[in-house]
């Protein structure tokens, strides 16, 4: 499914998120605290985009590994990277949330961008990336949420139910694609649950910042 609509991946995310989605890659990049010397593993990299604005942020990131599961994806976003001219300092690689191809220990921060959703087992994939982190390494990820607020969760499930699929099938010609999306937040533990994951995996100083009306939660967390 993925593969299906790498092409329109990219234009459909700033499109049916107006935008906001550049916002908040910059503000899980900037939770990591860089110093310019970090190596940085994007999992669930999909296109790119995150592995990108660790390579852009100020400082950026010395060194950065994306991987994925979607080998369209990984095409995709070597493209992108080599038009940035980023490609001696970004690497895609394909590869298994749940088996991620690094030695223990090798990596300082780790970011995953709307990708934790779609791992079969979330909590092992917890595990493995806590398994790569050095000790006191930082944790970044980005997911979707369902807004609390009555009224803002009302127009939102409404959005993402109904306007959602219908753009999303129109753009990438694929029927499944965009209903799966919905049905996935739906589906994904809620922000408390998510945390409560995150700890038993291992990780401390674990937190979930709700953005844009709470529709996204960035969590931090930290290898204790």
Not at 19 to 37: F, H, Q, S, Y
Not at 44 to 52: K, M, V
Not at 72 to 78: D, E, P
């Amino acid at each position: 499914m993925f593969d299906a609509i790498a092409r329109r991946y990219d234009l459909l995310n700033h499109l049916l998120s107006a935008g906001i989605d550049r916002r908040w890659r910059k503000r899980a990049i900037r939770a990591l605290a860089l110093t310019g010397a970090e190596r940085v593993l994007d999992l669930c990299t999909g296109t790119g985009d995150l592995a990108l604005a660790a390579a852009r942020a100020r400082p950026p990131a010395a060194r950065i590994v994306g991987i994925d599961f979607a080998g369209a994806m990984l095409t995709v976003g070597r493209e992108k990277i080599r038009r940035a001219g980023l490609d001696r300092r970004i690497t895609l690689v394909r590869g298994d949330a749940m088996r991620i191809p690094l030695r223990d220990s090798a990596i300082d921060a780790v970011t995953i961008g709307f990708g934790i959703r779609n791992v079969e087992d979330i909590a092992a994939a917890c595990r493995e990336v806590r398994r790569i982190l050095k000790p006191g390494g930082r944790l970044a990820i980005l997911e979707f949420a369902v807004p609390t607020t009555p009224g803002i969760s009302a127009v939102y499930l409404w959005y993402l139910r109904r306007v959602l699929p219908c753009i999303g099938r129109a753009i990438s010609r694929h029927s499944a694609a965009y209903g799966y999306l919905p049905a996935s937040i739906d589906a994904f533990a809620t922000p408390d649950e998510f945390v409560t994951i995150v700890r038993q995996a291992g990780f401390a100083d674990v937190s979930a910042v709700s953005l844009t009306f709470g529709s996204v939660c960035l969590y931090v967390a930290r290898r204790d």
